[in-house]
């Protein structure tokens, strides 16, 4: 097996786009990968990390995915 290189953003298919799926079993995939996130603390440095970013935004203004995605190519590069 080759050795990733995780210093860049990976270019590969993801598992889940490469084969057709029904609904229920992506779903399960979804569900499965939630509690691994939840179980190994995934969503703690994330959350942090958008808690900075928001930090910048007047609390008024809507954000959305976009916007954050936006965020997140300014502040690391794409």
């Known amino acids: 097996m080759t050795q990733q290189d995780f210093s860049r953003r990976s270019t590969a ?7 057709p799926v029904s609904f229920k079993e992506f779903d399960d995939y979804l569900r499965d990968l939630e509690r691994i996130n939840v179980l190994t ?23 959305s995915v976009s916007t954050s ?10």
């Open 13 to 19: 298919t993801e598992l889940m786009d490469t084969d």
């Open 41 to 63: 603390l995934a969503y703690r440095p994330t959350l942090l990390w958008l808690k900075r970013v928001l930090a910048d935004f007047p609390a008024e203004r809507p954000i």
């Open 69 to 78: 995605a936006a965020a997140v190519a300014a502040c690391c590069g794409s």
